[in-house]
């Protein structure tokens, strides 16, 4: 049960002996955190592979991420006049020097189209949804310079809802938008900073935040720069009265809230917690796991606590509890893991594997440093099975020639020189018939060997064209 995973049990009564043979079972655990540290180690300059690679990483990564729902409340917005709504998420390109008169050129990836007020659920785009990264990274990351872009177009610049997919607006069709508009942004930084005090996100809670937005006059023009979209608002084309505002309502809440209200560990309550020590509480508990150090035939144990969902041995941050678990499963196979979560805790109890610590039989008194060590390379065996490929190919039965001088065989060169096919093994020669009966009539020495740069040349002058 939970008292019995994550609390030590009373210390036993041991005799002086029995003590020293318990200390000696629990350094067997002491071995395995060294070699951890020597692969780590090496891995520093030359890893195996990326730990944000790893897919319980992505997943964890992913869950992290903030999901912004944005959407107009009647109550709060008195003009009628306000839809259809465009709005972007949108981040102004570096490459861009704004001119007078003109906002900086903005590139978005996604473009949602409201057209009623969020009292009316049975209508179809009344929100629009976006994700960005989380919030300890909006400050240090890209998106610190997203902004939501809230666009209001006259009717002849309206985008009808056939190009809308969802509340997902194509982006070919935003072409259209060109003209007289409205227009007001909401920068994401603003919701960072607004965001990093809040206690309530971490558990997986939606957060309700409220903007004022003033939506100026302008003038839209859709740039398409590279095959991005993009697009500017220039103020010069048009009277600079007549603005107004807008109350936007904007939900807040990570992508893995539902994953987060599953889990025991997440539906602790805090009802007896102050509040001034409620923030202070959650972050003491995200990620902390206990584990258990089984030792002495499993009848004690030490404890341990780690943070961020950290391995016990190698301090690797696991980014979950089921990462956790794949890690230690996959990497400390040595060890045998029970994994138990509840609303008061996450623990992993940990116990040596029997058949995993036998040791090598190895004589009495002698250093198993200096036995014979046996080593098999692959590339040796890869050149032998090379060799025994050519042995096995059938032998090209060679014609002998009557030795010459080198000066007669200079010139007649040109009328016993050999040509090779691809669709015959044996080389063919222009008087094979009267070789071949000197082949069978006289016992001479072996020819001399040809020289490869003259082979080169003959094969090269009369070599097949379909090659």
Known sequence: GPDHMCRQPSTLELSPDEQLAAEETFKLYCK????????????????AFLQRCLHYMIQASRKKRIQL???????????????????LLATPTSDSIPLEGHSPIYRFSRACLLTSFTEFASKDHNKATFTIPD????????????SIILIRCDSEGQVGENNCSGDHVEASALRKLEGKCFWGKIPINLLGSSLENCVTLNLGHTVELASTVTMNPSFLEPKFLEQDSCLTFCSHKVDATGSYQLQVGISVQEAGARDMSESP??????????????????????GNVIFNFKYYNNTMQKTEVTEDFACAFCLVKCGSYKGLGCHLNSTHDLFHFEFWISEECQAVNVSLKADAWKMELVGKGVDP??????????????????????????????????????????????????????????????????HDHSLNGSNLTPPTVLEFGKTRKLSAERSDPRK
Request: hydrophobic share 30%; net charge neutral.
């Open 135 to 146: 919030v300890k990274n909006i400050a240090t990351s890209r998106a610190c310079n997203l």
């Open 69 to 87: 729902t944005v959407s107009l409340s009647r109550g709060t917005n008195t003009d009628h006049n306000i839809f259809p709504l465009y709005v």
């Open 369 to 434: 440093r200096h036995q014979t060590f046996s080593y098999c390379s692959r590339l040796k065996m890869r050149r032998r099975r090379s060799l025994a490929t050519v042995e096995n190919i059938s032998p090209v039965h060679p014609h002998i020639m009557d030795s010459v001088s080198p000066e007669d065989a200079q010139a007649g060169s040109s009328k016993d020189e050999f040509v090779q096919r691809e669709d015959d093994n044996n080389s063919v020669a222009p008087d094979s018939a009267e």
């Open 32 to 47: 395995p955190v060294e070699l951890c540290n020597v692969i780590q180690k090496r891995a520093l300059d030359n890893p």
């Open 265 to 286: 560990y997440n539906s602790y309550s805090y009802s007896d917690v102050p509040p001034s020590s409620l923030p202070h509480i959650i972050r003491l508990r995200a």
